[in-house]
């Protein structure tokens, strides 16, 4: 069956580095990947698109990569500030283009000033 | 950018009761809608895909005549949650996307229903 995972554990890092979070997928070939910012109690806010073509997007201070034989996608989060703390959330979405996606359960990320 | 707003954002009700929850596309037309339940610390699980003027899709083990869900025009979409009982309590979060955009989805900022 399809499955996505993101490290459950949370992230911590200092203020100012650069932060990594992992997305890997199996029995899955998506069309696309999308990264999501979580707050508690509130719904998911979209940050950045990559396509199944695509190895690398970058938008300001974030950035996010796609392997397809790895089945992996990575987003950082360079020069990180407390406010970037939230639940990050990957989602794939197949080729049908029914909009529909699958998540991850997420990771939180907490930055210390 | 699109706003979706989802309506009420959190709602206690007596076991039993039914409970409706309103999901609105503000500046865009929604031609399909998108209903998520997430359980703490867990992730989004898709409950079912509701496109303007027709039934909606539901996901596997999803329950249709629990949670009813209506897309009658192409701004606004609802989910009741029929009977409800405590284990529904969970945090419901929908999705807009937009017509002519393929990849796009907005999402609501989520409704806590808890069921005593």
Known sequence: SQKIEQNSEALNIQEGKTATLTCNYTNYSPAYLQWYRQDPGRGPVFLLLIRENEKEKRKERLKVTFDTTLKQSLFHITASQPADSATYLCALAGSSNTGKLIFGQGTTLQVKP | ?116
């Not at chain 2, 709602?11 to 929850?21: A, D, E, L, M, P």
């Not at chain 2, 949650?81 to 969970?90: I, M, Q, R």
């Open chain 2, 1 to 116: 950018g699109a706003v979706v707003s989802q309506h009420p954002s959190w709602v206690i009700c007596k076991s039993g009761t039914s409970v409706k929850i309103e999901c609105r596309s503000l500046d865009f037309q929604a031609t399909t809608m998108f209903w998520y339940r997430q359980f703490p610390k867990q992730s989004l699980m898709l409950m079912a895909t509701s496109n303007e003027g027709s039934k909606a899709t539901y996901e596997q083990g999803v329950e249709k005549d629990k949670f009813l869900i209506n897309h009658a025009s192409l701004t606004l979409s609802t989910l009741t949650v029929t009977s409800a009982h405590p284990e529904d309590s969970s945090f419901y979060i929908c999705s807009a996307r937009a017509r002519g955009l393929s990849t796009e989805a907005f999402f609501g900022q989520g409704t806590r229903l808890t069921v005593v």
